[in-house]
């Protein structure tokens, strides 16, 4: 027996509802500094309950060859890599529109 989905209620090889919430995110991207002068890229905005972030940051961190964490519901990558963020989050399926640069 297939698993459904229980927001769109399709088959699990058929959902597309992370492929919408993708779509739908509000993302904000920008660079802080912190102690010792290191820098920091971080991404907020990102539902945790329509987007796997875990998984995300995960990509991030092995796309963007850096350490990096999520806490908080913002992901946290070491380094600046503020453009290459959203190269990468749109070949990930998210809309470029949607990703604001700070």
Known sequence: MQEICKVCGLPKELCVCEEIAREQQRINVYVIKRKFGKVV???????????????LTKKLKSELACGGTWKDG?????????????????SLGFTPEMINMR
């Open 74 to 90: 913002r992901i946290e990558l070491q380094g600046h890599h503020e453009q290459r963020v959203k190269e990468v989050l749109v």
């Open 41 to 55: 890229t971080v991404i907020e905005g990102l539902d945790d309950k329509q987007v796997s972030i875990k998984d």
